[in-house]
């Protein structure tokens, strides 16, 4: 998945809990390396490469994309996050903003190639994942995307299966995303599985 300029995400900045999950492949974070490798080469992928991160944290994804020339807009909830994404990216325009109330006025007046969201969307009900996906088609230029990379399980009984397997681990407070169920009100909602608890989803306008 790696493109050949040697994208080492986990060699910078990757938390250390983080890297030792994906290390040893269990939950939570089991296949993050490769999901956010999948979506960093979709994006490149655009001719114009402008792109929203909804809860990009530190920017270890997205400051990837700025330094191979992205013109990045962010919202994330923690002003110190935004300080340290800033640092990484000073020319990226970055909000702040609980996006569990929607996206800031000044980020839904622009237009977006690829809209991203990585281990931050699973703090949403699944109706309200449904409704915030749906109010982001409209922010998309033609040929865009919108790319989700999480927690997530083809079927609830995966999800199930995985929760049992993980015992007093499992976080109760984070809804993660089953695809067969979102599918049946986002018909147009693609899965790529990653691992046994996480993949990327793609919907495009």
Known sequence: MLDNTGFNLWADGYDRSVGLSDENNTYPFAGYKLVLNSIYNDVLSYAGKTVLDIGFGTAVLTSKLYEKGCAVYGQDFSTRMIELAQEKMPDAKLYQGDFTKGLTEELKRNKYDAIIATYSLH???????????????????????????????????????????????????EIYFVYDELKEKLPNLEFKKMSHCAGVFTLRR
């Open 123 to 173: 703090h949403l009900t699944d109706e309200g994942k449904v409704a915030f996906l749906k109010e982001l088609l409209p922010l998309l230029n033609d040929g865009g995307a919108v790319y989700i990379g999480d927690v997530a399980f083809e079927t609830r009984a995966q999800l199930r299966q995985c929760k049992q397997a993980t015992g007093e681990g499992w976080d109760e407070d």
